[in-house]
């Protein structure tokens, strides 16, 4: 197998990704409408009610709107790595999965490139949330934008690789609320996305702990300093190490021998 | 040509959980051969195109597509196989041709040689003009006919073709069993067909009956009437399986 088949095979998936969602306008817009909402109309709400001290990577006051932004980018990425691996469901019980998983090509490639294509997606997202964010006053230095790039890689994947794994468990679409419930919205709430930890542990001490050990937070903390210019280290290897944990996992889930996949009765 | 073994399948058994799907199954075919694999609903069929495809796998047994071991030579192995499954797997959202140039960048395949086999590929089955419709498009007949030709798009070697024509209507049915009885003549390709219609079958075809997991017969429609003792397939199959349907 040569480097141009795998180049070849990894372009036809995320360019097979790309053009559904550009093509899929209702997909487009629904996703940015939410973190939209949450911006315009929850920040808003809150702003009176939720005061800010002066936290790293902010070097003032700041707006709630301002502070609740990287988390929304996150939440992008969290409810775009779930729809993917929703897709992967839907695909199973549609067949198409099955063309994927017999090309002549290695399972984690293969699975990869998925996550890729739906990571690149959700970039996209981001982009086009931030541009709207710009115009409701929501600046970040020019360069934060540049930065912000390869974490949302990351975080992009680490979540994408977490729905994969999800997916790998899931039988059904119909089971694929529970990891609504579950899932999402725990892993949502229980972060720094909407609030720092600093307040959380003036409300519970336990639930801080959960929000500071939650993978998403730490992908929310490092896309928060990227958009400011600065590293976080602990937040980039927290998050790098979900990833290859959620990957592992989600790897030996399709793996034909020991996975999931003949339990559920097929890929 | 000489004859070349595509597919060489021995001892090979499965079980979902303490129950066995598939036991103790052997059989080759060679190229230009097409194979018919004729079973009632439960025999093992889908099991077997899983396990020959690698959705699945076995520890007990072997599988070589074209010497290639499925399990130690999966990419190999997997290079050489093309598969139409029983249920659509087309992106019904994007046009024929997106559908078939996925399927070629899967394989590794360039632009050039990729929009070359394409056009050959949909030219054979008369669906060339309509490459840029959406699959949503099509009627059954037709995503068949572009399943069939995607299947063939990397040059396999072995052709798995899982119930193709089922719920179609009867000339879309003929077409496609003539055309893969055509492609087996003058491509030497190798053809593994489950079905259950029997009519679908030719006189030269090659015949595998599987009942609960284990092959009943094999062999060419003759000695496979030969052996059973009667005069049509048929007859063959409900001797053979104890009157269920195929």
Known sequence: MSFLHYWRAMWGIVGRELWRFVTQRERFISALVRPLVWLFVF????????????TPPYETYILYEVYITPGLIGMIQLFNGMQSSLSMVYDREMGSMRILMVCPLPRWFLLLSKLLAGTGVSILQVYVFLAIAWFYDIHAPW????????????SGLMLGALGLLLSSFIKQLENFAGVMNFVIFPMFFMSTALYPL????ESSVFLSKLAEYNPFSQAVEMIRFALYGQFDQQAFIYTLV??????????VGYNPSKGMMVKKGGA | MSLQTALSIENLSFSYGGKKA???LGFSINSGECTLLLGPNGAGKSTLFSLITRLYDSHEGQIELCGFNVKRQTRQALAKLGVVFQQTTLDMDLSVMQNLRYHTSLHGLGRKVALQRIQQELERLNMYERRFEKIRQLNGGHRRRVEIA???LHKPALLLLDEPTVGLDVPSRLAIVEYVHQLVAEEKLAVLWASHLIDEIYPEDHLIVLHKGQIKAKGTVDEVLLNTGTTSIKDAFYSLTQGEQA
């Open chain 2, 22 to 24: 598939l036991d103790q």
């Open chain 1, 242 to 251: 979900a990833f290859l944990l959620f990957m592992a996992a989600a790897i």
């Open chain 1, 143 to 154: 360069q934060g934008y540049l930065w912000i790039m390869p974490t949302l890689l990351l």
């Open chain 1, 43 to 54: 920040a808003a709400g809150f702003r009176a009610a939720l005061g800010l001290a002066i």
């Open chain 2, 150 to 152: 995607r299947a063939l």
């Open chain 1, 198 to 201: 600093w307040k959380m542990k």
